[in-house]
């Protein structure tokens, strides 16, 4: 079956840098893209971007531009999301998710990593 | 291309009939997707191009629209039905949600 796996629960000083893992399972990894959401707390979702695991082509959101890296490794199966330069506002829980294109919808959602920015 | 659900909150009872709307500012054809929330979990697919239910999800979820305009629509709400409810556009970049409609016990 289907999984995607997420890193665990991070706690970041402001200017600081975070990366979480996404391990996938159950299906051929670079048949499918990824998108990774992030919610901040009581709020809604948010579109950070997205990932092609055939050639590592990416789609940045304006806002995030520059603070933000989304990368693959194929012989792990797993995709990874860096943002650096954190602010208080990155506080969020962050979804790695499945991307069906025949579909174009996310069937499959990472259980979500909750990263909060501190001093 | 923005996406306004309405209303953004909504209280039912078990049994009522219930249609959310999104509203979006240009033309996405059929590219609209409704996803699920509940609490401390991740968005559940229930209704992909418009109109068409993800495999699983009960038949009394059912999804309209096209180019501007989308309704989903829960036939008879059920207990485990009370979530938050998000549309999403796939038609370009940057793929946008709306913001969300929580759906409450009357």
């Known amino acids: 079956q289907v999984q995607l796996v997420q890193s665990g629960t991070e706690v970041k000083k402001p200017g600081a840098s975070v990366k979480v893992s996404c391990k996938a399972s159950?299906?051929?990894?670079?048949?499918?893209?990824f998108i990774w959401v992030r919610q901040a707390p009581g709020q809604g979702l948010e579109w950070m971007g997205w990932i092609s695991t055939s050639n590592g082509n990416t789609n940045y959101a304006q806002n995030l531009q520059g603070r933000v890296t989304m990368t693959t490794d194929t012989s792990t199966s797993t995709a990874y999301m860096e943002l650096r330069s954190l602010r208080s506002d990155d506080t969020a829980v962050y979804y790695c998710?499945?991307?069906?294109?025949?579909?174009?919808?996310?069937?499959?959602w990472g259980q979500g990593t909750l990263v909060t920015v501190s001093s | 291309i923005q996406l306004t659900q309405s209303p953004s909150s909504l209280s039912a009872s078990v049994g009522d009939r219930v249609t959310i709307t999104c509203r979006a500012s240009q033309g996405i054809t059929t590219y609209l997707v409704w996803y699920q929330q509940k609490p401390g979990k991740a968005p559940k697919l229930l209704i992909y191009?418009?109109?068409n239910l993800q495999s699983g999800v009960p038949s009394r979820f059912s999804g309209s629209g096209s180019g501007t305009d989308f309704t989903l629509t829960i036939s008879s709400l059920q207990p485990e039905d009370f979530a938050t409810y998000y549309c999403q556009q796939f038609n370009n970049y940057p793929i946008t949600f709306g913001q969300g409609t929580r759906l409450e016990i009357k």
């Open positions: 159950g299906y051929t990894f670079t048949s499918y893209a």
């Open positions: 191009a418009a109109s």
């Open positions: 998710a499945r991307v069906e294109d025949r579909i174009m919808a996310i069937d499959y």
